[in-house]
């Protein structure tokens, strides 16, 4: 059974930093998924805002975290994490992970295959 559980969310000032982990059961087949995360702030849409190729090769992120997250993936422990540095209260969201069975980085959630339950990022001022 597949599954993608979030986790390391929680409640930090601004400019603090907070790293969030996304356990995958996918199997054998983590290391041949892209990865992504996307997050939704209340009232507004899911957004994108990081993703890794099957590799770890490609990384994109959205502009709005350029420079300040940071994607990466541990292929021995089917993990993939988002560092969040230099927070601010427009980051605050629930935080989703996606795996993507192309392996392709890719900033599209239609192009997702599965997601987790997501984990909430609050960032106070």
């Known amino acids: 059974q597949v599954q993608l559980v979030e986790s390391g969310g929680g409640l930090v000032q601004a400019g603090g930093s907070l790293r969030i982990s996304c356990v995958a059961a996918?199997?054998?087949?983590?290391?041949?998924?892209?990865m992504g995360w996307f997050r939704q702030a209340p009232g507004k849409e899911r957004e994108f805002v990081a993703a890794i190729s099957w590799n770890g090769r490609d990384t994109y992120y959205a502009d709005s975290v350029k420079g300040r997250f940071t994607i990466s993936r541990d292929v021995a422990k089917n993990t993939v994490y988002l560092q969040m540095n230099v927070l601010n209260p427009e980051d605050t969201a629930v935080y989703y992970c996606?795996?993507?069975?192309?392996?392709?980085?890719?900033?599209?959630?239609?192009?997702?295959?599965?997601w987790g339950q997501g984990t909430q990022v609050t960032v106070s001022s």
């Open positions: 996606a795996a993507d069975r192309s392996g392709i980085a890719t900033m599209i959630p239609l192009n997702y295959d599965y």
């Open positions: 996918l199997g054998r087949t983590f290391s041949t998924y892209a």
